[in-house]
């Protein structure tokens, strides 16, 4: 007994939290697994391919945040103490949730794979070009025509008969340097109309006049014109390397406004797809993202997308598109909406600063002040806030613990929704805020004791 009787009730508590966590329970972990995503693989990605290999990396992955989810969801059922039969209820509605969700990702990544396939058969498919792109087979290509053609084209002279051509270009044999510009003159003059025999007569100018200098002179062109020749098919390779790219450049066009609009609200939707959600962009340029859970706040574990503002704490009802105010253009979602579209849309980077408000003064000391001996809040939470206001360190069992209750706070927010308790409300902004400060993140501590101060003076509470 002496040696209890020496232990401090904090001692005491963190023991009690770090053995219930490392005694194993009783009951196996929750894992809907097999329920959610059992039979739903599509046959075509079983077999990984280059053309495969992307969608079935962005598919496991979203179907194993969308286990995850349910998992959490789960978990926070049976921590919350109901009835057999309303728990049972919860969590088949649960579970028929993400699999319908589960199934229409299957069918949005289907849907991908057959406008890829459709491509592919269409000759857009990079694949197809990408052998012809080598830089050593594009030299390759430049020289060995050039000299095929010369080739022909030196084959091709003896035959034809002399033109009248040939005594112009005469005059111009005492200036070799310059013998171009005539012979591109007089090709226009010549009874011949194709422009490759107006080059030809080059060669034959030099034949007439003096054999000695037909081998300097069809030497010299010779050696030119490779190079020159070689220039045209480097600039047709050009062309044909940049027209795959021109050509995948469609599927990545530029969203319009009410597509971004789509894509940030599916963000949170995915998270939390029971409330009512709106985002919608002002008129001063802003984009605003609202809900009606609690007079516009949003909860901590709902991550909010970059590029959007939340509303400031302040008592308010109605609906979620009174909310938004003056604006251009808005979205809205409701519980009831089908979610199909959700999967359309790529996921957007979460960001702290749509939470960033005016500070709180002397944050630590406010915080554990509205945690002192508030009703329905444990007690644990006011001597984690005055640990954080006094910069100790917290063990991690007791962070674990602090986030139980507020899973458990919020999921019975939730089940009250839209109608909810006004004091528990309160606990879950405190509980929020006490775990910003023990973690860190003075940005969501500072949220949601905003919130907590505001609407606490307007209902008169301590």
Not at 102 to 120: F, G, Y
Not at 196 to 210: I, L, W
Not at 262 to 282: G, K, S
Not at 388 to 406: F, K, Q
Request: charged letters at 25%; a negative charge; aromatic letters at 4%.
């Amino acid at each position: 007994m002496a040696i209890f009787g020496r232990m401090t009730a904090r001692q005491r508590l963190r023991r009690a939290t770090r053995e219930s966590l490392e005694i194993p329970a009783f009951s196996s972990p929750v894992d809907c697994t097999p329920w959610v995503t059992g039979g739903l693989w599509p046959a075509e990605l079983s077999v990984v391919t280059p053309e495969t290999a992307a969608l079935a990396e962005y598919l496991r992955a979203d179907l194993q945040r969308i286990t995850r989810s349910a998992n959490d969801e789960l978990k926070m059922i049976k921590l919350a103490g109901m009835p057999d039969f309303v728990r049972q209820a919860e969590e088949a509605r649960v579970i028929d949730e993400a699999r319908a969700r589960a199934a229409r990702r299957v069918e949005s990544t289907m849907r991908q794979w057959q406008e890829i396939k459709a491509a592919a058969s269409a000759g857009h498919w990079r694949p197809a070009h990408a052998e012809d792109l080598a830089p050593a087979d594009l030299d390759a290509t430049q020289v060995i025509p050039a000299v095929r053609d010369v080739e022909a084209a030196e084959a091709a002279e003896p035959p034809e008969p002399s033109e009248p051509v040939v005594e112009a270009p005469a005059d111009a044999v005492a200036v070799p340097d310059g013998a171009w510009v005539p012979e591109h003159n007089d090709a226009p003059a010549a009874d011949e109309s194709d422009t490759p025999e107006a080059t030809e007569s080059r060669h034959r100018a030099g034949d007439d006049e003096n054999t000695d200098e037909v081998v300097a002179v069809p030497s010299e062109s010779a050696a030119i014109e490779p190079a020159v020749a070689s220039e045209p098919p480097a600039v047709d390779e050009a062309a044909a390397v940049s027209e795959p790219a021109v050509a995948s450049e469609p599927p990545v066009a530029a969203e319009s406004g009410e597509q971004r609009l789509r894509r940030l609200l599916a963000f949170v939707v995915r998270q939390e797809p029971r409330l009512n959600w709106a985002i919608a962009d002002r008129d001063d340029g802003t984009t605003a993202l609202v809900t009606d859970l609690a007079h516009g706040w949003i909860p901590s574990d709902i991550a909010v997308p970059a590029g959007v503002r939340l509303l400031e704490p302040e008592r308010r009802s109605g609906k979620v598109s009174a909310l938004v105010g003056a604006h251009t253009r808005m979205v809205t979602y409701a519980p009831g909406d089908s979610l199909g579209w959700l999967d359309d849309f790529a996921g957007a980077t979460a960001s702290l600063r749509p939470r960033e408000l005016p500070p709180v003064a002397d944050l630590g000391w406010e915080l554990s002040q509205a945690t002192h001996w508030r009703d329905g809040l444990p007690r644990m939470v006011h001597t984690l806030a005055r640990a954080a206001a006094a910069g100790t360190g917290v063990a991690e069992e007791e962070i674990d613990l602090l986030r139980v209750h507020r899973d458990t706070a919020r999921y019975q927010l939730l089940t009250q929704y839209p109608n909810v308790n006004p004091a528990l409300l309160l606990n879950c902004l405190l509980l929020a805020a006490t775990e910003g400060a023990v973690t860190g993140d003075s940005i969501s501590a500072n949220y949601h004791l905003a919130w907590f101060q505001t609407l606490s003076a307007a209902q008169g509470a301590p």
